[in-house]
């Protein structure tokens, strides 16, 4: 994994926190960092180079006039007013290299002085066994504030613990010991029902940043796949809650409080031609 930062650019040792998204149904973890980037005005300081991650290129996804800078794999922006920096993933890991990618962003996470890492994604809705939807979209969380899984903070924010995490189940095990160094590979490949959670981009992550001695926090939410617009505001709004900001423009309006980037423009294509119906 190399880093690339822009020109007169840097890493700010005051951003101590790490927000990044773990690819999952619906793209939620990666809606929800779109529309934090704008919100919160972070600006572009580099991208990382990581063979474990597809090569894709588009044009600027945020700003309202496009000036032709490149939208990468793996771009790293910054928000030195909320001492974060945020990292947007917009291709998938190469298949069977997700541990590797993530011990790969555990050691830059570490090399660059964070001290807490936060993790957003997304479940498949089909997996969820106990079903609540009387508070609409419930947040799941799981900490390595404790070894299972829960943390204060989480709790009076009113999120539940992911129930289905047990750092002494054997999935969970093997990639603590993946994470760090202890197993091989092979050891993990014959799952079954009950490692449907542990076999997800965000456990590896959570493993590895672990692994590493950081603090980090995965946000989470059960979806289907269609429009998950909805379901990625309620995570991002979830992820300004335990961060403790609030978006710069928003003066308590709940309503005009994100900005909507302009590529979400033509997620769905243009409107249906009216003279049809």
């Avoid at 429009?227 to 978006?247: G, H, M, W, Y």
Wanted: proline fraction near 6%.
């Amino acid at each position: 994994m190399e880093v690339f930062i822009e020109e007169g650019k840097h890493i700010d040792e005051k951003c101590s926190t790490l927000l990044l998204p773990a690819l999952s149904i619906g793209n939620v973890g990666q809606l929800a960092v779109d529309v934090l980037i704008p919100t919160l005005k972070a600006e572009r300081i580099g991208y990382i180079d990581d063979p474990n991650v597809l090569p894709c290129v588009g044009n600027d996804a945020y700003w309202p006039s496009p000036i032709g800078k490149l939208a990468l794999p793996l771009e790293a922006y910054q928000s030195s007013a909320h001492s974060l920096t945020l990292l947007q993933q917009r291709s998938p890991v190469v298949k069977g290299m997700m541990v590797e990618y993530a011990k790969n962003l555990a050691d830059f996470a570490a090399a660059s002085g964070k001290k807490h890492v936060i993790v957003l994604s997304s479940l498949d809705f089909g997996q969820w066994k106990t079903i609540d939807m009387s508070n609409g979209l419930q947040i799941y969380y799981i900490s390595s504030s404790g070894t299972d899984g829960q943390d204060e903070e989480c709790e009076r924010l009113g999120w539940k613990r992911l129930q289905e995490y047990n750092s002494q189940q054997r999935s969970w095990k093997l990639l603590s010991s993946l994470a760090e160094g202890s197993t091989d590979q092979e050891d993990f490949e014959e799952l079954e029902e009950e490692d449907y959670y542990p076999s997800l981009p965000f456990a590896a992550l959570f493993s590895c940043f672990k692994a590493k001695g950081l603090k980090v926090t995965c946000l989470l939410c059960y979806c289907s796949e269609g429009d998950n617009i909805s379901d990625a505001l309620q995570l991002a709004d979830a992820a300004t809650k335990l961060l403790r900001v609030s978006p710069p423009d928003s003066h308590g309006d709940e309503a005009n409080k994100w900005v909507i980037p302009l590529s979400w423009q033509s997620v769905y294509g243009p409107p249906p031609d009216m003279s049809i119906f």
